[in-house]
């Protein structure tokens, strides 16, 4: 699977848009950007998935780089119950559904 | 309540014993995962079950024994494990191999 690069920590202000970076250079044209949460004591939370659009749900956006190198989960208006551990994960279609999760970066909301 | 439910929260055993890890999907999904997250470590990959056969096996020691009765149920037995297995362990469901998977809270495994 592709690996991917994202920055350690970031802090962000609450009520103020989250804009969280993710490097894929080596991404297939077959492979999907995942992104997953993990807050404390709790299990990995599945936030948005896309292949070449930009996608939107209930809880964030996606944008993905025309040429696909890289993509930016954005939380519209971050709260502090968004602080949490964001994984960005490249992963195979029908690769047996291995999701194979990095460091990801941990994301401060502060008040 | 995120549908897929671990139990217990937290294990303390010791290296001669034997437990067993359970977890359960109230979500009608076809596959159930295995992850272990250590300390400062990514979450890894344990075991793949898709309609109740193994379809991944990443290098687990064979002290670590799944289980999937159906497609709702998922163990993880365990026996002389080590001091270095202690991690918490995450059970997770999908719909099949190709969709969003839902994970539990996890167990919380300690070895002494």
């Known amino acids: 699977d592709a690996k991917t690069t994202q920055p350690t920590s970031m802090d962000c202000a609450e009520g103020r848009a989250a804009n969280l970076p993710c490097n894929h250079s080596t991404i297939s044209g077959n492979e999907y950007v995942y992104w997953y949460r993990q807050i404390h004591s709790q299990g990995p939370q599945y936030i948005i998935h896309?292949?070449?659009n930009n996608e939107t749900n209930e809880m964030a956006s996606l944008i993905i780089t025309e040429d696909r190198k890289s993509s930016t989960l954005i939380l519209p208006h971050a709260t502090l119950r968004d602080t949490a551990v964001y994984y960005c994960?490249?992963?195979?279609?029908?690769?047996?559904?291995?999701?194979?999760f990095g460091q990801g970066t941990t994301l401060q909301v502060k008040p | 309540e995120t549908g897929v439910t671990q139990t217990p929260r937290h294990l303390v055993m010791g290296m001669t014993n034997k437990k067993s890890l359970k977890c359960e999907q109230h979500?009608?999904?076809?596959?159930m995962y295995w992850y272990k997250q250590s300390a400062k470590k990514p979450l890894e990959l344990m075991f793949v079950?898709?309609?109740?056969?193994?379809?991944e096996n990443n290098s687990v020691p064979s002290r670590f024994s799944p289980e999937c009765p159906n497609s709702s149920h998922l163990f993880l037995h365990l026996h002389t494990l080590q001091p270095e297995d202690s991690a918490l362990y995450l059970c997770?469901?999908?719909?099949?191999?190709?969709?969003?998977?839902?994970f539990g809270n996890g167990t919380r495994l300690t070895v002494t």
């Open positions: 079950y898709s309609l109740e056969e193994r379809v």
């Open positions: 994960i490249v992963r195979v279609r029908g690769n047996t559904g291995k999701l194979i």
């Open positions: 979500l009608g999904h076809n596959a």
């Open positions: 896309g292949l070449k």
């Open positions: 997770a469901s999908s719909q099949d191999l190709v969709s969003p998977l839902h």
